[in-house]
């Protein structure tokens, strides 16, 4: 039996909440999702980082604030992946709600992002980058899942 190779790949979200808002940015020129709205910050983990780690430095590249790991809340760890086709990639993102942060958000990345803004939970823009929709759903919903699922 021939043994498929394949690389995990970390991801943290954060999720700036303001009563029942949600901060989410407009992707625009990346390779992913241009046109989608997203977590207000997000990204891969660099090597020896743990995904609280990775959530503080995404929230302040990405939106200029100031969060400590103590005012993350995890919402869910996300298993997602991708068959079929010539490889398979395993995914594990880590999303995070956020009620405390020094600063005001901002577009730190402004060729990444076209657009910045609150959202209530029940009125979410549309589109949304689909596996974090899911992540938003549970968080709309005053849920916690330790863990979901996402295939595509």
Known sequence: MARSTHALIPASYVLLRRGDEVLLQLREGTDYMNGHWAAGAAGHGER???AL???VREAREELGVRIRPENLTAITVMQRQR????AV?????WFFECRAWVGTPSI???D??????WFALDALPSPLVPHEAVALEAL???????????TT
């Open 83 to 86: 068959v079929g086709g010539p």
């Open 48 to 50: 020896d980082e743990t």
């Open 112 to 117: 990444k992002c076209a657009d910045l803004r």
């Open 108 to 110: 730190q990345e402004p």
């Open 89 to 93: 990639e395993y995914r594990v993102d």
């Open 53 to 55: 780690d990775t959530a």
């Open 140 to 150: 709309a919903q005053g849920s916690r899942a330790s863990l979901t699922f996402f």
